[in-house]
């Protein structure tokens, strides 16, 4: 008797070679309850936000990555291939999209720059319960834990029936020792703030041109947030959804008569 | 004796040369009130979303548009480009910046893929107040009737001592003759709801690649909406702002014992 085993999506922002989606990938392949589908980006995409390709048409290459797993690389953004994912590829929606696992952490307002928050957003738009799954170490990330924490994760989502409509989970994971790793906390997005820096040269025609860099500032961050969580050594899961309005200003800005000009 | 005119940044996201930043320009320096800069796209840039450029430089052309005006066009994003005008070409924070105008609304979750948005969203992180100015047509847009409330608005913004910490304003105009404009409301985010379509095709090669389109599908659209307020003859001014948290989800997920995951 066939089971139907329930899908899994999964797709990230670092492109579909990368360390991260594939741990992921092996972390499912091992548990064995789940469908497993690799849709992602053909290279890195970091800092795309939520990006998508509208005046191009996007080439799709079913490929096998050297050997280790099958997968659709996408010469898009991480939304597009969420898009293209659930429009023209996948014949039923999956039960779960997962987005990651992000090399770096994807704390407070800079999610705002993510690709791996935005395909899962773009999930959440589209009907799909879904997660962004980062580690928070750019240099030497270790995925493993991370991935157990996810096969663990999703299998609770899918025993709830799925995710409230039009939420999803930003999950930050600290990069140390599985044995360190303190626990998990539900937590809010913090206000960490960043300085931009921007090194100013010309090029050989004498043209201005610049580098950006930046740094964060550490702002006010209050102890139940994402930030404070991960930095402490716990695992952060941070509701998020897309929509912006910012109900509390509502009543302040029709004191403003706002609704008077014309 | 010099009097210190407050500043105003202009950018956009259809680039230096569109005509709906020309038209704010122009209407602004007819006021009079304000000193004006313009850092935008040296290129359209629609649907990049909230993208950064961090992998290449970015240039920066002092441009002269056609004897028109003066701005800086920049080889990046509606993002990038006010992080350089912030972090790197004014010598001080301006006043108030302001997006737009787009041609084309920016409702409902649609916002997310904006540039629009997203340069008035980079304004805010910035702690500058900023706003975001649609025009709701992409084939014939009038963007005058739009100005002149920009203009407005931008005064009542400075006579308020500039929007609270965090909150920006997303503001769609209809773009019907100025006599039929019934108003202006504050708004909420709607909920319109897209449907992708996708064309597949193969190229010479034999290769799959798809264009991406796609149509709206009204869903639960509230009768205090921006899609509402605009398909109804009224200016929408909604509100919004970047922390994304689902606060009303946190005691759910709770409930789930995710914090117990381990």
């Given at each position: 008797m066939?089971?139907?085993?329930?899908?899994i999506?999964?797709?990230?922002?670092?492109?579909?070679?990368?360390?991260g989606i594939?741990?992921?990938y092996?972390?499912f392949?091992?548990d064995?309850?789940?469908?497993?589908?690799?849709?992602?980006?053909d290279k890195?995409n970091?800092?795309?936000?939520?990006?998508?390709?509208?005046?191009r048409?996007i080439?799709?290459r079913?490929?096998?990555?050297?050997?280790?797993y099958?997968?659709?690389?996408?010469?898009?953004?991480?939304a597009?291939c969420v898009?293209l994912?659930?429009?023209?590829?996948?014949?039923d929606?999956p039960?779960?999209?997962i987005s990651?696992?992000?090399r770096?952490?994807?704390l407070?307002?800079?999610?705002i720059?993510?690709?791996?928050?935005?395909a899962a957003t773009e999930g959440?738009v589209?009907?799909?319960?879904?997660?962004?799954?980062?580690v928070d170490?750019?240099?030497?990330p270790?995925?493993?834990?991370?991935s157990?924490f996810?096969?663990?994760?999703?299998a609770?989502?899918?025993?709830?029936g799925?995710?409230p409509?039009?939420?999803?989970?930003?999950?930050?994971?600290?990069?140390i020792?599985?044995?360190?790793?303190?626990?998990?906390r539900?937590?809010?997005?913090?206000?960490i703030?960043?300085?931009?820096?921007?090194?100013?040269?010309q090029d050989?025609?004498g043209?201005?041109?610049?580098?950006?860099?930046?740094?964060f500032?550490?702002?006010?961050?209050?102890?139940?947030?994402?930030y404070?969580?991960?930095k402490?050594?716990y695992v952060?899961?941070?509701?998020?959804?897309?929509?912006?309005?910012?109900?509390?200003?509502?009543?302040?800005?029709?004191?403003w008569?706002?609704e008077?000009?014309?």
């Amino acid at each position: 008797m066939k089971i139907n085993k329930k899908t899994i999506l999964l797709t990230n922002d670092d492109g579909i070679d990368a360390e991260g989606i594939y741990s992921l990938y092996k972390a499912f392949k091992e548990d064995g309850r789940f469908e497993i589908k690799v849709i992602a980006p053909d290279k890195e995409n970091s800092a795309v936000g939520h990006a998508i390709t509208v005046f191009r048409p996007i080439s799709v290459r079913e490929d096998y990555q050297k050997g280790k797993y099958f997968g659709y690389a996408v010469d898009g953004t991480p939304a597009d291939c969420v898009k293209l994912a659930i429009g023209a590829i996948l014949e039923d929606l999956p039960d779960l999209l997962i987005s990651g696992i992000n090399r770096g952490g994807n704390l407070g307002e800079n999610i705002i720059y993510s690709g791996t928050v935005s395909a899962a957003t773009e999930g959440t738009v589209c009907g799909v319960s879904s997660i962004a799954v980062s580690v928070d170490d750019v240099i030497n990330p270790d995925y493993e834990y991370a991935s157990e924490f996810v096969v663990k994760i999703a299998a609770r989502i899918l025993e709830n029936g799925g995710l409230p409509k039009d939420t999803l989970l930003n999950i930050n994971v600290p990069s140390i020792d599985k044995k360190e790793i303190k626990g998990t906390r539900i937590t809010v997005q913090g206000d960490i703030g960043f300085r931009d820096n921007f090194v100013k040269r010309q090029d050989p025609r004498g043209r201005d041109y610049y580098w950006m860099d930046g740094e964060f500032m550490e702002r006010n961050i209050s102890k139940d947030s994402d930030y404070m969580a991960v930095k402490s050594g716990y695992v952060s899961v941070t509701p998020i959804h897309y929509d912006m309005t910012d109900y509390k200003s509502l009543d302040y800005f029709k004191a403003w008569d706002i609704e008077k000009l014309k």
